[in-house]
């Protein structure tokens, strides 16, 4: 396990007057917001009003125009979309654990099956990924999460960052 960076400063995320455009067209206007530490937002809107332009944008993804404060860093946002990250050459069991170098016993393979056990999926352990459904192929994608973080694999996340997660579930 990597021990964790020393603590950043939890200053609040602010945007002020950010504006974005997507092919001439202008698709964030003027949003204005402030996220504190430990604190949960939902953005709703309809398709095409900018919703995940604005994550993109949290993300230094997207150019845009207005201030944004306190942006995470280089692996301070972990983003999960509604296509996840699912990696053929690997079982259900080395998706989860994906970055995990270490072997399965004791604690990690503790973290594993909580994970597993949390989501539903306990069955799945040694299937491929071409066996697995839409909604299961998001569970396991939550499931890495969860594993990374009771494995301290992520340890300098400060933003959550899900973008229509639950499409398929």
Known sequence: RRSPPPPRPRLPLLLRGVSAYR???????SVDLSIRQHECMI???HNGSGKTTLLRSVQGLVKTTGEITNAP???EALYIGSSPPIF???DVAGNITYGYRGSMEGESRAAFED???KLNIV????RPPRS???GEKQRISFARLLFSVNMNLIPYMRFLLLDECDVAL
């Open 73 to 75: 860093l280089d692996r």
């Open 43 to 45: 953005v709703l809107g």
């Open 115 to 117: 994970a597993c056990l």
């Open 88 to 90: 053929s050459s690997l």
């Open 23 to 29: 092919g001439g067209r202008e698709v964030l206007r």
């Open 123 to 126: 069955d799945a352990e040694g």
């Open 132 to 134: 697995l459904s839409d």
